[in-house]
């Protein structure tokens, strides 16, 4: 089979494709290659399923000091209730000593608290290890969590025996909540050794990656009010966990950092990222297998890989993505826009139900993209096609601009049709260095594409 490229240059158009079969339209178009073998999806934690309430752990740590009296406080918010300050459990805020001991006791006795409890991270500096705030706790509700001051990981990752630095399981039912002014902060020190050194660009076998911040088996939670900044791996990785809202957050990392996703989901229902400003070396938010009914709005996402679905079909058994809408983003330098990412040779699955709406486009490289043969690492079987089944994605009003050949990428797979994929009100300008040139395509299909409809569209 030939390597040849269709595209179409469109102007003003409406048109109704309704099906495009795998031999008519083929070829391999104009998509930047993304450098990551993409996630370990599967952190190497093991479930938590906890026997005792509020078995706090701390990974390779000596032995923790005994927890002191809870200091009476005065809370002026009955909400907030008894308030256990980390400082008050010997946490030293001179960003030098390692704290993880007083942390995970005054967690554990928040955690065992009959009452509202509020944990407290208060201004300063605090050096801390790898560490897992484990549930369930007292009556099943979970402390809040306030954050005023700065949390520093450990710049070794052998300091790091699992892929997570801060983790949270088992919970219920919480409050996690900065003070928003920038200096709750949690920085990952990727920049010391971790990008450096995990690179999956080469190896399938980057397990170093390491989470900021982890949610698993974590239910009815709001995350606001932080900056996180220059993870060893993902920023925040919500896993196995459902009905959480996430908004006012700030992600930074540089744009050549590796694998530094702002947000990644995974096997959770009910999740909703919002108002927030995303600017990493990979996928602004990522939405993985098992994913359902996810919401992401109001997202400045840029530098970074733009807003992506997948990649799904990596690995077997793994549960379909349903219901996902992105709305009402920004999306400024990137290397793709929104994107669905599938890999070749992968086992069936399905994913469906996907709406992209009212997204701005600023110097996008790729806007809209949907690739079936995601290959990061160059090591995945490109001889058979993606059998990840993409159904009903619905695409309206994207306007801006883009600076490749390719407003719209739609490189299905060949064994199962991409079906049912709707772009209405798409308007998209060309602004890269071939302007004027009439060579450009704007369209490039590929596979087998059934039911799509273009209407309203210029790009
Ligand atoms: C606990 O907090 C809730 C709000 O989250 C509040 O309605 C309730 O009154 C508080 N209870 C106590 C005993 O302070
Ligand atoms: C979390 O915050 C929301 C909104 O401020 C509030 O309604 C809810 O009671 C809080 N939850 C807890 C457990 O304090
Ligand atoms: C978030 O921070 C702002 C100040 O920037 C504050 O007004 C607001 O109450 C905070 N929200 C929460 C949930 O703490
Ligand atoms: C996010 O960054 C903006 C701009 O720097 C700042 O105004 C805002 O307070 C920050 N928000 C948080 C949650 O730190
Ligand atoms: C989807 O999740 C939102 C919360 O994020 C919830 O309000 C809504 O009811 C859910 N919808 C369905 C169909 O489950
Ligand atoms: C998601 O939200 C809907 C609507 O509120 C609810 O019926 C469903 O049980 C929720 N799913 C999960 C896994 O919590
Ligand atoms: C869209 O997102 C911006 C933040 O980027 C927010 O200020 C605005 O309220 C949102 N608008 C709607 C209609 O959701
Ligand atoms: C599609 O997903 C949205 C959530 O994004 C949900 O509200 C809606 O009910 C779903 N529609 C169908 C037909 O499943
Ligand atoms: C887009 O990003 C560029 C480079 O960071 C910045 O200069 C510009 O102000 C941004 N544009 C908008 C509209 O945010
Ligand atoms: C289209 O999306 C933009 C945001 O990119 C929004 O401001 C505008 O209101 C949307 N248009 C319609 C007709 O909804
Ligand atoms: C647009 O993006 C291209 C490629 O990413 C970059 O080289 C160029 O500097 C950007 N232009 C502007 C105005 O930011
Ligand atoms: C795209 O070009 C049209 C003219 O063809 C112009 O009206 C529109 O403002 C441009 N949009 C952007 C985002 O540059």
Redesign the pocket.
Known sequence: MGNIVVYIALFHLSIVIAEIPTRQLFGSPNVAPDPKADSPALPNIPPARLPKPCQATEPEAGSPALPPIPPANSPNEESRGRVFDVTEYGAVADGEKESSSAFLAAWKAACNYAGNATFLIPEGIFLLGPISFDGPCLNNLSPNIEIRGTLLAPGSLDAFPSSAWIAFRNLYGFNLT????????IDGKGEVEAWKRSSCEKSMNCNRLVASLYFFEVSHATI????LANSKGFHLNIYVSDNIDVY???ISAPPDSPNTDGVHIGESSNITIASS?IGVGDDCVSIGPGSINISVSGIQCGPGHGISIGSLGKYKNEKDVIGIKIENCTINGTQNGVRVKTWPGSPPGRASNITFQDISMINVSNPIIIDQDYCPSSSCNKSKPSMVKLTDILIKNITGTYNTKSAVSLLCSSGVPCQNIHLVDIKLNYTGPELGRLALGHLSTRGNVKGLKISNSKF
Do not use: E, P
């Open positions: 900065g003070s928003g002014t920038g200096k709750a902060r606001s009010n932080i900056t006012n957050v700030n400003t």
